[in-house]
């Protein structure tokens, strides 16, 4: 089942915050999340884990509620490379299955 | 040291040829997925390798689509009879860990299929 994220598109200015949200109809051990530059491949971000550890090396947080069944990804003082489509991805196997993606556009 | 590599970057065929495309992942990984990835869309799982065995092939969207993996390396996607719904962007992930929790995945710059 893909989980659902919001919004699909959001654009901002240099130094802005955004949220993105991620929603899933099953229950959920962990939630990955990407990031694709046009034309590019997806790069990783983070994983957030059931229990609340958090594995990633990038300077954008993430929560993920495991009773919401959701997990957020925060946006804060946004640079121009912060552009680009995001994708959270639930596990269910051994796959993931992608949302449909949030396009964010940083302006200066 | 070398990323997950992808081969051809570009493929033009017609309706009902077949086309293969190779994935050359990290040295070391033992993790290897395919996704396809349309116009503006999200990614669309395919199927999982671990080392040569592929736990999971739910993704495959026909039994036009098979795929193999070598050597515990290499892996090559094959579509037979292509049809202009397949045209797409198919991209090869790796890691080094079984499974997925925990598990980054590393993306190769995906082979861009378009089928006339």
């Known amino acids: 089942q893909q989980p659902v994220q919001s919004p699909q598109a959001v654009i901002l200015r240099e130094g802005e915050d955004a949220v993105i949200n991620c929603s899933s109809s099953k229950a959920l051990y962990s939630v990955h999340w990407y990031r694709q530059k046009h034309g590019e491949a997806p790069v990783f971000l983070m994983i957030l884990l059931k229990g609340g550890e958090q594995k990633g090396h990038e300077k954008i947080s993430a929560s993920f509620n495991e009773k919401k069944q959701q997990s957020s990804l925060y946006l804060t003082a946004s640079q121009l490379s912060y552009s680009g489509t995001y994708f959270c991805g639930t596990e269910g196997g051994y796959k993931l299955s992608f949302g449909a993606g949030t396009t964010v556009t940083v302006r200066a | 040291g070398a990323g997950v590599s992808q081969s051809p970057s570009n493929k033009v065929t017609e309706k009902g040829k077949d086309v293969e495309l190779r994935c050359d992942p990290i040295s070391g990984h033992t993790a290897l997925y395919w996704y396809r990835q349309s116009l503006g869309q999200g990614l669309e799982f395919l199927i999982y390798f671990q080392g040569n065995s592929a736990p999971d092939k739910s993704g495959l969207p026909s039994d036009r689509f098979s795929a193999e993996r070598t050597g515990g390396s290499v892996s090559t996607l094959t579509i037979q009879r292509t049809q202009q719904e397949d045209s797409a962007v198919y991209l090869c992930?790796?890691?080094?860990?079984?499974?997925?929790?925990?598990?980054?995945?590393?993306f190769g710059p995906g082979t861009r299929l378009t089928v006339l």
């Open positions: 992930a790796s890691s080094p860990n079984r499974g997925l929790t925990g598990g980054e995945q590393f």
